[in-house]
């Protein structure tokens, strides 16, 4: 073989090992720089990742809040609820304090006025007026304290007007409804009168039953004397009329 020859083999030997060695240092740069691009991935990743675990967290925590400003708009629509529910009932109860304000009115002032225009009526002698004016106090307060009284100037009014049956009729009233009357005695002996002036039999016997009962529950009072004259009237007036019953003797 030409020594030129074997002595280029080795340098062309030593050249190859140079190449793949260079090889094998390119591809080992490469190789670090995949890793190194890995190991930056995989911090993105990481980054990435806890960042995705702050962002639920933050979710969850938004979530939470939403729950609980659910629950706070939950007890601000029940507390609205259940202010307009006091609301109600406050305004119920307005509304039943005027109504009886009103009927205490009613129950007070108004038949007070009522009455009191009767009287004033019947007092400046306007008769009539006083009349109706009792009539409407009995008809809308038949139970009230003046009811009595209502009852009395009515008939006295009758009886003054000669309308002796309905006089009759508001005096059996009092009698009647109210016993412990104050009036009482003057009521049984106008009673009497009315009963007498109306020329009935019947009538009569219970008008000397009252005049009878006034001289036995009022002997001292101004009516018993009244009382006794008429039954001495009616007894005198009566014994003619037994005489003229009795048969003549022959």
């Not at 019947?122 to 409407?136: G, V």
């Not at 106090?137 to 009284?149: I, Q, S, V």
Request: net charge positive.
């Amino acid at each position: 073989m030409n020594r030129k020859i074997l002595a280029a083999i080795p340098l062309l030997t030593l050249a190859g090992c140079m190449a793949t060695q260079n090889d094998m240092l390119l591809l080992q740069s490469q190789i670090d720089d995949l890793n190194a691009n890995l190991s930056t991935m995989q911090k993105n990743q990481a980054d990435l990742a806890l960042k995705i675990d702050n962002l639920n967290a933050s979710l969850n925590a938004s979530s939470e809040n939403m729950k609980d400003l659910s629950s706070d708009i939950g007890k601000l629509s029940a507390k609205i609820d259940e202010y307009g529910s006091l609301t109600d009932k406050k305004i119920n109860y307005i509304g039943q304090t005027v109504k009886k304000q009103q009927e205490d009115v009613e129950k007070t002032i108004l038949p007070a006025k009522l009455y009191s225009s009767a009287v004033a009526a019947y007092s400046s002698s306007n008769k009539d007026e006083a009349l109706k004016l009792f009539a409407e106090y009995l008809a809308k307060y038949p139970g009230y304290e003046n009811a009595d009284n209502a009852y009395y100037y009515s008939g006295e009014i009758l009886f003054e007007k000669k309308n002796y049956e309905e006089a009759a009729i508001f005096y059996a009233k009092i009698l009647e409804k109210y016993p412990n009357y104050l009036k009482t005695p003057s009521v049984r002996l106008k009673y009497a009168q009315s009963l007498l002036a109306l020329k009935n039999d019947e009538k009569k016997k219970e008008a000397l039953r009252y005049l009878k009962s006034i001289l036995k529950d009022f002997p001292t009072g101004a009516e018993a004397k009244i009382a006794k004259d008429m039954l001495k009237k009616e007894d005198i007036q009566a014994k003619p009329e037994q005489n003229a019953k009795k048969p003549v003797k022959k």
